[in-house]
Every structure is written in structure tokens, then in C-alpha cells.
């Protein structure tokens, strides 16, 4: 009988031990769940605030039209280069058909 009632008072103890152990879980947890419910306050707050920057990001961006053909000054150029003349062949050799820069040298005789 004495080791029933023995049990019975462990069980008991036991039982007390369990629920304080889950009561403070639970307050462990709401503290938890607070950090977590504040950290995704502020991600929300920082989402609102770029949902908002990319809202008025057309309005920021300057307006601008190509009225012509980008290629068209490039165009012109080679054009241009044409019309002046390139430095061909025939400009950088000499008279006896060795690449020069237009220089005549003269030659000693002896």
C-alpha cells in the first residue's frame, strides 16, 4: 500500500513537472513568435517600400526618341573617309615598292 501511494505522489510529481514544462514552452514560444511577427513586420514595411519605388519608376525615367538611325553617323563617316581618300597601297610604298612614310632619302654616291 505504502508503495502504491509512492507512486501515486511520483506520478503526481511527474505530472506537475510536465505541465509547468509546457507552460513555460509556451511562453518561450510566444516570445519567439513575437521576434518573428516584428521581424516580418519590418521585411512587409521594406516591401512597401520598394513595391512603391518600382511603382513610380516609369514617371523617374527620362523620355527619350532616336529621331534617326544610329548607324547613320557611322555611315557617314566611312563616307566621308572615302571622299577624302584612305591611305592606300600606293601612298605607303616608294618608287621601288618598299613600305615608306612618304619621305624621300637621299642617296650618297661615291
Known amino acids: 500500500m505504502v508503495a502504491v501511494g509512492l507512486e501515486i505522489v511520483v506520478l503526481i510529481i511527474l505530472l506537475v513537472l510536465s505541465i509547468g514544462l509546457q507552460l513555460e514552452a509556451r511562453f518561450s514560444a510566444k516570445d519567439y ?13 521594406s516591401l512597401n517600400v520598394v513595391a512603391q519605388v518600382l511603382h513610380k519608376l ?7 526618341s532616336i529621331n534617326e ?9 566611312f563616307q566621308q573617309r572615302a571622299e577624302q581618300g584612305s591611305l592606300g597601297a600606293e601612298r605607303l610604298r616608294d618608287d621601288t615598292g618598299a613600305y615608306s612614310d612618304g619621305t624621300k632619302e637621299e642617296t650618297k654616291e661615291k
Not at 36 to 43: C, G, N, V
Not at 58 to 64: A, D, H, K
Not at 69 to 77: A, D, E, G, K, M
Open 33 to 45: 513568435l513575437e521576434d518573428y511577427d516584428q521581424a516580418l513586420d519590418e521585411m512587409r514595411n
Open 58 to 64: 516609369p514617371e523617374m525615367v527620362p523620355q527619350f
Open 69 to 77: 538611325n544610329p548607324l547613320s553617323q557611322i555611315l557617314q563617316f
